[in-house]
Structures are given as C-alpha cells and as structure tokens.
C-alpha cells in the first residue's frame, strides 16, 4: 500500500463546505471488507504467493511470503486441490471467503502457517475493552487444531518468506476448534488494548509442537486448514475518550499560506481510492474547516518514487 500525504495550503478566503464520510463506512466494526466480499481485481486463478492474495482481496494483505486463498463465484480451483475438497463449503455469509493452512509444518506441508492482514478503520484507543469474533470452518478432511488467533501490531508486517509469526494473540482459541460438516462456529473474546494497534493479522501464532491437534489418522489430511468469514472488532461500552496528541490536527494554529501536512491517508498499492483509516484525519479536516468557514484550501498529493514520473504524476492528481 501507498501512503500519500496531501499538504495543504490555508488562506483565509470565503469557501462553501460539503462534504461527509461515505454512510457504509460509519459503522461499530473497525475491520474494513469484515466479510471478503469486495476485491483489488477479480478472483480468478489460484494463489501460489502471499502477494497474489494481496493484489486481489481488498483493504486485507498477506504479512508473509505464504497464501491464502480466496474463494468465491470465479474462482476456479486447481483439479488437484479440488479433489481433496477445496471450495466445497459455502461462505458464513455473502458470496466469498478466505481459507489459510494453520497447521502441519512438521509434515513438510508448503505454506504450513498463512496469516490475513488488515488495517483497521481506526487505531487501536490503550485502555479500551475490545470484542473480537471471527466464524471459521474447515476443509472436509482437515485436522482439528487450537491456536486460532487475533494479533493486533502497531505496525504492518510484511516479510518475503512463509515462515511462522511468533507475535502474541491477544485472544486465541484455547480449545480445539471441530467444525460440523456444513456449518460455521464463532471463534470470539475480549481483550484490553495496550497499545495504539493499527492492524490485526489472524492465524496460528504458535508452531505445530504447542499446538493441540485431533485426527491424526489415516482418513484426514497431514494439514489443518480452515476458512475464515465475519471478522468483527468493536469497542466494549464503556467508551474511552481519544487520546489527543500535541501534533494533532485539531491542534494546529491556522495562518495565511501554513503548510499542514495530514499524517494519516491511506490508499490501496497503484490506486486512488482512500482506505477507510483514512476517514479518521478527515473527519478532523471537516470539522477544522466548519470552525473556520471562510477558510480556502491548496490540495497537494505525491506518491513514493516507484514508477515512472508521468505516470506518479498522474496518480498523485488523481489521489488529490
């Protein structure tokens, strides 16, 4: 992902102001796309790099070199992975899921821990109670491990190679999780925030020797692999008020022709659609230029330097 700052120009000049938040993204779950329903590109092929999942699956990455796999109306899987029953179960909900291996490296099985990434719509608030839920089932034949887990990190992850994340679940399924053939089962709890967290990374976080495992026979697979669906994170009344910092926008000092750089928008690698984490510096904007009506704006973007001139150009118009 890009990040583009905008900086922006202030002279004190009549300006009529509209704008808002889009309605969909006001909402108690700070997890953008909760249910893999919208994508980058479509869907169609099989993914045999973190990077491929990353491309396709919108506001969600891979933090390694490992993939998981997306599935849903076009996509169309591999006949030596669909005969071991890959894409045989329907989503919790809506039209798509994602599946990742959590277990078998032991086994020598390729990719044997894959994690999903997300950056959440707002930073993590320390102090504050959280909810956590995910629903998850399993291929037919999988193993039946604990582990599943929520890490929440103050910073994106993103390695090249397909090892084990040895990060700290702040909530994680203790016992092992058997799912009914055909159904779904919530893996869910609740944590304290100790740090200001912008991304969550679901997955198994432990290797297969502090693993608990059921089905070690000969009628299930070496692996175990499960398909996530309806992540949810929410704040647990009551609600903490956000911390304030000195360099703040709501805390900046307005003059004539002040540079003011926003910190925080986001957009997807090689787009110009702003991230949802991104509304949280514009709300402040927005309520900035409603105290200060007669305020005009200067919008300037740029990207990194990746990328041939004309086109970045491009893409920082677009992006402003």
């Given at each position: 992902?890009?990040?583009?700052?905008?900086?922006?120009?202030f002279?004190?000049?009549?300006?009529?102001?509209?704008?808002?938040?889009?309605?969909?993204?006001?909402?108690d779950n700070?997890?953008?796309?909760?249910?893999?329903e919208?994508?980058?590109s479509?869907?169609?092929?099989?993914?045999?790099?973190?990077?491929?999942?990353?491309?396709?699956?919108?506001?969600?990455s891979?933090?390694?070199?490992a993939?998981?796999?997306?599935?849903?109306?076009?996509?169309?899987?591999?006949?030596?992975?669909?005969?071991?029953?890959?894409g045989?179960?329907?989503?919790?909900?809506?039209?798509?899921m994602?599946?990742?291996?959590?277990?078998?490296?032991?086994?020598?099985?390729?990719?044997?821990?894959?994690?999903?990434?997300?950056?959440?719509?707002?930073?993590?608030?320390?102090?504050?109670?959280?909810?956590?839920?995910?629903w998850?089932?399993?291929?037919?034949?999988?193993?039946?491990?604990?582990?599943?887990?929520?890490?929440?990190?103050?910073?994106?992850?993103?390695?090249?190679?397909?090892?084990?994340?040895?990060?700290?679940?702040?909530?994680?399924?203790?016992?092992?999780?058997?799912?009914?053939?055909?159904?779904?089962?919530?893996?869910?709890?609740?944590?304290?925030a100790?740090?200001?967290?912008?991304?969550?990374?679901?997955?198994?976080?432990?290797?297969?020797?502090?693993?608990?495992?059921?089905g070690?026979?000969?009628?299930?697979?070496?692996?175990?692999?499960?398909?996530?669906?309806?992540?949810?994170?929410?704040?647990?009344?009551?609600?903490?008020?956000?911390?304030?910092?000195?360099?703040?926008?709501?805390?900046i000092?307005?003059?004539?022709?002040?540079?003011?750089?926003?910190?925080?928008?986001?957009?997807?690698?090689?787009?110009?659609?702003?991230?949802?984490?991104?509304?949280?510096?514009?709300?402040?904007?927005?309520?900035?230029?409603?105290?200060?009506?007669?305020?005009?704006?200067?919008?300037?973007?740029?990207?990194?330097?990746?990328g041939?001139?004309?086109?970045?150009?491009?893409?920082?118009?677009?992006?402003?």
């Amino acid at each position: 992902m890009r990040k583009t700052y905008l900086f922006l120009l202030f002279a004190v000049l009549s300006f009529p102001l509209a704008a808002q938040v889009p309605a969909d993204e006001v909402t108690d779950n700070i997890v953008p796309n909760p249910g893999f329903e919208r994508f980058s590109s479509n869907p169609i092929g099989w993914f045999y790099k973190g990077e491929h999942f990353t491309k396709v699956m919108k506001y969600w990455s891979s933090p390694t070199g490992a993939s998981p796999d997306v599935f849903g109306p076009k996509v169309r899987v591999p006949a030596s992975w669909a005969e071991k029953d890959f894409g045989k179960e329907t989503p919790h909900n809506g039209g798509a899921m994602v599946g990742i291996t959590v277990y078998g490296c032991v086994d020598g099985k390729p990719h044997c821990r894959e994690y999903v990434q997300a950056q959440l719509a707002e930073p993590l608030v320390v102090g504050q109670d959280y909810y956590v839920e995910m629903w998850v089932n399993q291929l037919p034949r999988s193993l039946d491990v604990n582990n599943l887990g929520f890490h929440f990190s103050p910073t994106k992850v993103d390695i090249t190679t397909d090892e084990l994340l040895p990060l700290p679940p702040q909530v994680r399924s203790e016992e092992i999780v058997e799912v009914a053939k055909g159904r779904w089962q919530r893996v869910s709890g609740t944590f304290t925030a100790e740090a200001e967290a912008e991304y969550l990374l679901i997955g198994n976080f432990f290797d297969d020797d502090h693993t608990r495992v059921a089905g070690m026979d000969d009628e299930h697979l070496k692996y175990a692999y499960y398909y996530l669906d309806d992540v949810l994170v929410k704040k647990i009344p009551p609600i903490l008020p956000v911390p304030v910092k000195p360099d703040d926008l709501t805390k900046i000092e307005l003059e004539e022709g002040k540079i003011v750089r926003l910190k925080h928008l986001y957009f997807e690698f090689d787009k110009y659609e702003l991230h949802p984490r991104s509304y949280v510096e514009l709300r402040k904007l927005v309520s900035l230029m409603k105290a200060n009506p007669s305020m005009v704006i200067q919008v300037n973007g740029h990207t990194d330097n990746k990328g041939a001139d004309n086109y970045n150009m491009y893409l920082s118009r677009k992006r402003a």
